[in-house]
């Protein structure tokens, strides 16, 4: 049935299956939603029913043919030299600089709107998304809230999850909010004001990929922090995958155990 997780599994595996028995392309292992094909260069993602595709003019020229061979499909903006400057992705918006490179903007409606609920609108911006210790002060910070400021939370948290994928900065900190989704408190409200704040002051920041000459190798970057939760007492590991000024993965996940060193 439409909307059901098995109508979303099957549509993608026949996807794959077109791509690959009638196109030559190649499913990649760290994502079966991305497809390479290795003799026209060209790399597909596919996130439902939209598809976002890289390579030269001529090699896409035969994917749009190919494409509309298999579904209805309608044609969206081409990128790049020569093409339009901007376009929108899963309501991200993208942008060729012609001199600079290409620059990947998040939506922003995940910040206003949060800002909206909490009434944060006229707040001064911060210069970090969390701090260590937010609130503990209050004598009523451990304190759960009602039912409607519950579902407030709730709701602003769950558009930081969605923000979060396209903002390594916050990831860290929407983990931690993520933890009390269950039965947030006072001192989680302010936690989550904490970051909005930040992002009021960060809502323009963008991904930027400079040209650059071919990197010689794939740089990881990663760091943990030593049994912070004071609950679980484990610790969250984070990281980088670069390629050469490019970010190509980030990550912030709890370890499995408690560790006795950092």
Request: glycine share 8%; aromatic share 12%.
């Amino acid at each position: 049935l439409y909307g059901t997780r098995r109508a979303s599994f099957l549509w993608g595996e026949r996807i794959a299956t077109d791509f690959v028995e009638k196109g030559g392309f190649v499913r990649t292992k760290g994502c079966g939603q991305l497809f390479d094909h290795p003799i026209r260069k060209i790399l597909v993602a596919v996130h439902g029913d939209d598809f976002s595709s890289k390579g030269e003019t001529v090699q896409l020229a035969w994917f749009d043919q190919f494409i509309r061979s298999c579904y209805r499909v309608k044609f969206g903006v081409e990128l790049g030299p020569g093409k339009a400057l901007e376009t929108s992705f899963l309501n991200r918006t993208l942008k060729f600089m012609p001199d600079f490179g290409y620059l990947y903007c998040p939506d922003p409606k995940h910040i206003d709107v949060g800002l909206e609920k909490m009434g944060l609108q006229d707040a001064k911006p911060v210069s970090a998304p969390g701090v260590k210790d937010h609130g503990a002060i209050l004598s009523d910070s451990l304190d759960e809230l009602g039912k409607q400021d519950a579902s407030t939370y709730v709701s602003v948290v769950g558009s930081m999850i969605y923000l979060s994928i396209d903002r390594y900065d916050v990831q860290y900190v929407v983990r931690t909010l993520c933890q009390s989704l269950a039965s947030p408190k006072k001192l989680d409200v302010l936690r989550l004001k904490h970051l909005l704040k930040y992002l009021k002051g960060t809502r323009t920041w963008v991904w930027a990929f400079r040209f650059q000459e071919t990197p010689k190798r794939l740089v990881a970057e990663s760091d943990s922090d030593w049994a912070q939760d004071p609950r679980t007492r484990k610790s969250v590991s984070s990281g980088l995958l670069i390629y050469g000024s490019h970010v190509w993965e980030h990550w912030a996940v709890g370890q499995p155990t408690i560790a006795l060193s950092s």
